[in-house]
């Protein structure tokens, strides 16, 4: 233990890109560390069997590592309230759900999916929130027992006060009240022995005694079935601190599907760590005007959790870019410089993958700029002209575009085979060839008709970089589409 007792946690879930919204309550945690002679740990939250890979666990690994965030304990490093990795601790949390049982803290629920879904339906088409109406709260211990011997499947949900609120003193939000009569009775125990994310959750920061949560505003309306959860236990429960939500500039929620948000974007268009991380910093700290350019050690130093802006953190990309150009001239040398800019263009192979796939292609060197440049830039400039080759009509474009964008969000392992065998399913799915499909696409990605291997291209590029070239190539053709009547 440290010498202030301050422990603290990042809990990602490996589910799909690491998010900038991540790296930015990893930042608060870890200067709140530093700030109090504190500890900041990794745990990765993995109780989604059916969204969690070991890539997207990799990534995450790799992101907050790249962003120059080091934890004292973790999945990859070990330590002594392991393991970090929530699905290897399954075994850990099914005591707890049967003493929350013989204590009367909870119940067995056997409604089916199908019941719950036709509650939740009935409950909204009355205009109430959805919530669970304890038709299993008030089973006999004798039937309970019957039906479960008889291998029915059951969960284990938490019960709740029906009535009075749940009292607590957020560290960002001050004094807050939440009425039990809007808390459900939340899932504790999967049919399969799972923990949901709100038992494992306080379990895993009880046994890993870590004294303040920090996580993001989006968890506020959880906490009163977490504190429950303390006192069902007897523990003694962590400050909670609840951060405002990255936002854009229209106020709107920072989103995939509106903006860039994976680390790993922003990494590959050639951001250097610490510009990005000075700039989610500058949400946690009081500084004049002209004192923007911060290390990791001065923004520890001037960090004030005290003070914390309820207001939303806005992303404010041309402020990030007027960062990281500063970061560039004035705080790397030119042999920082130099190193920086090989390291970037060789991140995740992308140089050497580059020139392997163009050395058939070329009979000049001076060609590879233009062969492979797309390789490295940060932004093609495609407007509705670039698609003018292409044989299809600027509708067909838009609908090959816009059909492909969330075909490849559902791809789980980011390869050329798979890849090419999604695009391969799409074309045949909308019935045209796949030369039909691809060849916008070519476009989109490359900026070009003539280029590197499609499939090759777009594993080179990441998931990241193709998300965000295949929706500004969707808003470059719609530019052509005439209003539908």
């Known amino acids: 233990m440290t010498k202030s007792g301050v422990r603290v946690r990042i809990a990602p879930s490996p589910t799909g890109e690491p998010h900038v919204g991540t790296a930015y309550i990893a930042l608060f945690n870890y ?19 059916t969204r969690s890979t070991p890539e997207f666990e990799q990534k995450v690994l790799d992101a907050l590592k790249w962003c120059g965030l080091q934890w004292k304990e973790g999945p990859d490093i070990g330590g002594p309230y392991g393991p970090y990795r929530q699905s290897d601790r399954k075994d850990i949390y099914t005591p707890y759900g049967q003493e929350l049982l013989e204590k009367g803290h909870a119940f067995r629920c056997f409604c089916t999916p199908e019941r719950l879904t036709e509650m939740r339906e009935a409950q909204r088409a009355a205009g109430k929130p959805p919530k669970y109406d304890g038709l299993c709260l008030t089973l006999k211990a004798e039937e309970v027992t019957t039906r479960v011997a008889a291998g ?15 009292d607590f003193t957020d560290g960002v939000y001050g004094d807050v009240s939440i009425p039990w009569d809007s808390v459900d ?37 959880s906490v009163p079935k977490h504190i429950l959860l303390y006192r069902y236990f007897g523990w003694e429960q962590p400050v909670f601190m609840h951060l405002s939500l990255m936002r854009n500039a229209d106020k709107s929620k920072l ?16 951001y250097i760590p610490e510009a990005l991380m000075n700039f989610l910093g500058l949400f946690f700290v009081q500084i004049a ?12 130093e001037k960090f004030d959790p005290e003070n914390l802006s309820k207001a939303g953190a806005i992303f404010d ?16 040398s030119e042999e920082e410089f130099r190193t920086r800019v090989l390291d970037w263009a060789m991140e995740n192979e992308r140089l050497q993958a580059g020139l392997r796939l163009s050395q058939s292609r070329i009979s000049k ?25 292409i044989k299809s009509t600027p509708d067909e474009i838009l609908e090959i575009l816009n059909t492909v964008q969330p075909e490849l969000e559902s791809i ?26 691809v060849a916008p696409l070519f476009v989109a990605v490359s900026g070009s008709s003539r280029s590197l291997p499609l499939f090759d291209s777009m594993a080179i590029l990441g998931r990241s970089v193709v998300r965000q070239r295949l929706k500004l190539a969707s808003q470059a053709v719609a530019s052509l589409v005439g209003p539908k009547n």
């Open 412 to 437: 789980v392992e980011w390869n050329v085979e798979n890849i090419e065998a999604k695009l391969r399913a799409v074309a045949d799915n909308m019935g045209k060839k796949l030369k039909v499909v």
């Open 317 to 332: 990309i041309q402020k990030l870019d007027w960062l990281n150009g500063r970061w560039i001239r004035e705080k790397l």
């Open 365 to 389: 060197l001076g060609e590879l700029p233009d062969l492979a440049g797309f390789l490295l830039k940060s932004d093609l400039g495609l407007d509705g002209a670039a698609f003018a080759k």
């Open 152 to 166: 029915e499947a059951s969960v284990i949900r938490m019960k709740i006060p029906a009535e009075g609120s749940c």
């Open 31 to 49: 200067l709140f560390a530093k700030k109090h002679g504190g500890e900041f740990i990794l745990r990765i939250e993995d109780t989604d069997a």
């Open 185 to 221: 009775m939340q899932v504790l125990i999967k049919a399969d022995g799972m923990p949901t994310y709100h038992m494992a959750n306080v379990i895993d920061d009880h046994l890993m005694k870590i004294t303040h949560v920090a996580r993001g505003e989006e968890w506020l309306a």
């Open 255 to 270: 989103s995939k599907r509106k903006n860039p948000t994976s680390i790993s974007y922003y990494s590959a268009l050639g």
């Open 289 to 300: 005007e002209g004192e923007e350019l911060l290390t990791m050690d001065e923004l520890s």
